[in-house]
């Protein structure tokens, strides 16, 4: 729900350099042996344009937003065939497509790269719903493994190719993995303009009354939370309720709010002088002291490193916690 600094991302990158590397390498002598198996025909064209792409750029991994966004239809579309479903013939996507996504190892690096990869820069919820971690587990042989999510922000469906571009890759839950699909969001998750990485364009918000309601009747069900998103530029993208749900979602964590209600309650103006002061006779950063108060983050740059920190972040300063 906030963007992170590009070049904090690159630095990064300097650090896996040697991996990030190897893993071209490996690509691309992966694909040549895939084209050496290929016939001559409009998958092969298909595969030397990817094989020539990433022999021409020794940087193709780290292209940024701007870039990929710029080169990312120069390959021409997934070749399609003809197939028959139910007794009718249909167009569908040539298996070349899931052979170039088996060849670069995107599989492979969930589990091998990706976690220590996305740990060093500092995101562990969803940059979408924010509820989540990013970690799925999944049953391979009869035992459950720890995989790390991340969507394609430029559908692999669609650009094979860039599966394993690193600026490509949105750390997110399984959930939002499956509901963004190949839909067309307005979400940069890489940016260099420090604004951006500073104050999130969302915001959860208290309906009107909601606070009222709730200190009158004691009840849950009383408790409303509104979703405030930013204009989107792009009139054809889908805003995060209709693809995540978001309002939905949110409806189910209605005690965590109220748990804030009844801070907001116990640590009147008095008493939170008195706590401050308790707790920097303990020489601890004052942030830390806000952060266990409300149990979560509570510095927008901070909203990847932990679920559920944006909506509790929202709501403590909504009911003057902080």
């Known amino acids: 729900m906030i963007a992170i600094d590009q070049n904090k991302v690159k630095a990064i990158q300097v650090i896996f350099s040697d991996d990030i590397k190897k893993q071209r390498e490996k690509a691309i002598k992966k694909l040549?042996?895939?084209?050496?198996?290929?016939d001559d025909g409009d998958d092969k064209v298909y595969l030397e344009s990817i094989?020539?792409?990433?022999?021409?750029?020794?940087?193709?991994?780290?292209?940024?937003?701007?870039?990929?966004?710029?080169?990312?239809?120069?390959?021409?579309?997934?070749?399609?065939?003809?197939?028959?479903?139910?007794?009718?013939?249909?167009?569908?996507?040539?298996?070349?497509?899931?052979?170039?996504?088996?060849?670069?190892?995107?599989?492979?690096?969930?589990?091998?790269?990706?976690?220590?990869?996305?740990?060093?820069?500092?995101?562990?919820?969803?940059?979408?719903?924010?509820?989540?971690?990013?970690?799925?587990?999944i049953k391979s042989k009869g035992e459950y493994s720890a995989k790390f999510d991340v969507d394609h922000y430029h559908s692999k469906d669609e650009y094979p190719f860039l599966s394993i571009c690193l600026f490509n890759l949105y750390p997110s839950c399984t959930s939002c993995n499956r509901a963004k699909s190949n839909e067309v969001i307005e979400f940069n998750l890489y940016t260099d303009v420090v604004s951006e990485t500073l104050k999130s364009d969302y915001e959860f918000k208290l309906t009107p009354y909601s606070k009222a309601n709730y200190l009158l009747t004691k009840k849950e069900r009383d408790i409303k939370i509104a979703f405030i998103e930013p204009e989107y530029k792009n009139k054809d993208a889908k805003t995060f309720k209709d693809v995540f749900h978001i309002e939905g979602l949110y409806e189910t964590q209605k005690d965590v709010i109220e748990e804030l209600f009844v801070k907001a309650q116990?640590?009147?103006?008095?008493?939170?002088?008195?706590?401050?002061?308790?707790?920097?006779?303990?020489?601890?950063?004052?942030?830390?002291?806000?952060?266990?108060?409300?149990?979560?983050?509570?510095?927008?740059?901070?909203?990847?490193?932990?679920?559920?920190?944006?909506?509790?972040?929202?709501?403590?300063?909504?009911?003057?916690?902080?």
């Open 32 to 38: 040549k042996t895939l084209n050496n198996e290929i």
């Open 51 to 137: 094989i020539s792409l990433f022999n021409d750029n020794t940087d193709i991994l780290l292209w940024d937003s701007t870039k990929l966004n710029n080169e990312k239809d120069k390959i021409g579309e997934v070749p399609l065939i003809e197939k028959l479903y139910k007794g009718r013939p249909k167009k569908v996507k040539s298996s070349i497509k899931n052979a170039v996504l088996d060849k670069l190892g995107y599989k492979a690096l969930r589990d091998s790269f990706y976690p220590e990869y996305f740990k060093d820069i500092g995101i562990k919820a969803c940059v979408y719903c924010n509820s989540q971690l990013t970690i799925t587990a």
């Open 266 to 322: 116990m640590y009147n103006r008095s008493y939170l002088k008195i706590l401050k002061s308790n707790f920097q006779e303990l020489s601890l950063n004052p942030e830390l002291f806000k952060r266990a108060l409300i149990g979560n983050y509570i510095e927008e740059k901070d909203l990847h490193k932990r679920p559920m920190s944006k909506l509790m972040m929202d709501v403590a300063k909504d009911l003057d916690l902080i």
